[in-house]
């Protein structure tokens, strides 16, 4: 007689797809899915309808891309790309708000802005070619951009709701969540006027998050410091309009981050971390910058941040 199985998905996953799973933020990062911009980021005539500030020079773009892939392999990190991509998608690019890879798999994102919604159809094509198990499509009426969630460790995250991530969003990510022994699920207040939660925030290693002080709601001081996590605070404004916080851990404490944010980076150092900077000036143009390229798909776990 056959036999009935047993024992958890995530044991599986290594054997039926490959090495894949999510669980924080500074993990050494072992592999990625981005989106070297095509023929959608051309002839763009009203960037404003894109929700971006200004035209690109797609050269730069791709220029600027190619770099930041080249850093993440010489950090030992696989780069996967999103290979096909419709041309009314230029913000395609920012492959990070599509896919929220967890232990478990992937979380197929529904984009909250109009002129993106689409564009996740062309993701979750990709994932099933490498063969990434997606656990979830965000259904119904829920939205939910992969940006509005940032992991602590395996069972702790920070969930951001506001214009990018409503309700039924919430609940349809939380559920999935919960089935994967998620215990902690910070709920975190996005303000109005940003999109995510690494608009205002990033981490950057085991003890180190870097915020911008004046936007963080209070639960995130609350949270991190219960954690003992040190907060350093964004030292300029006109550094955090360069997104200095949108920036990836390739291990913990070593961080790849744009250029032009010198303050910012001398408070890193300062705490121990090792600072990457690398030109996005033209990537910026469209609001997002290196975090927004890149969705994970594997990073080495972390201990337990406990509450203290």
Known sequence: MYGITEGDFREDIPRLYGNW???????????V??????????????????????????????????VLAEIYRSHGVAVHYIE????????????????????????????????????????????????VPIIKTIHGTGIFDGACLLWMDAQTCLLGYGLRCNASGISQVEAELSTMGVKHVIKVE???????????????????????????PNTVYTELERRGIQIIDIPDLEEFAGF?????????GTVVMPTGCPKTV??????????????????????GAIHCMTAFLKRDSVPLYLPE
């Open 21 to 31: 799973g999510v669980d924080s933020e500074i993990g050494t990062l072992r592999a």
């Open 84 to 131: 096909e991509m419709g041309e009314a998608y230029p913000n395609g690019i920012y492959v990070r708000d599509l896919v929220l890879m967890t232990p478990d798999g992937a979380i197929v994102a529904r984009p909250a802005a109009s002129c993106r919604v689409g564009e996740e159809v062309y993701a979750a094509r990709q994932l099933s070619k490498l063969g």
């Open 266 to 287: 001398k408070a890193l150092e300062k705490a121990g971390v090792e600072v990457i900077q690398t030109e996005v000036g033209e990537v910026m143009k469209g609001n």
């Open 33 to 66: 899915l981005m989106r070297r911009g095509g023929k959608e980021i051309e002839g763009i005539t009203d960037p404003k309808a894109m929700a971006m500030k200004e035209v690109w020079d797609v050269e730069k773009v791709r220029h600027e891309q190619d």
């Open 244 to 252: 200095c916080q949108n920036m990836v851990a390739l291990k913990p």
């Open 190 to 216: 996005i303000p109005r006027g940003m999109a995510h939660l690494d608009s205002f925030m990033a981490f950057a290693d085991y003890k180190t998050a870097l915020v911008l002080r004046m936007a963080a």
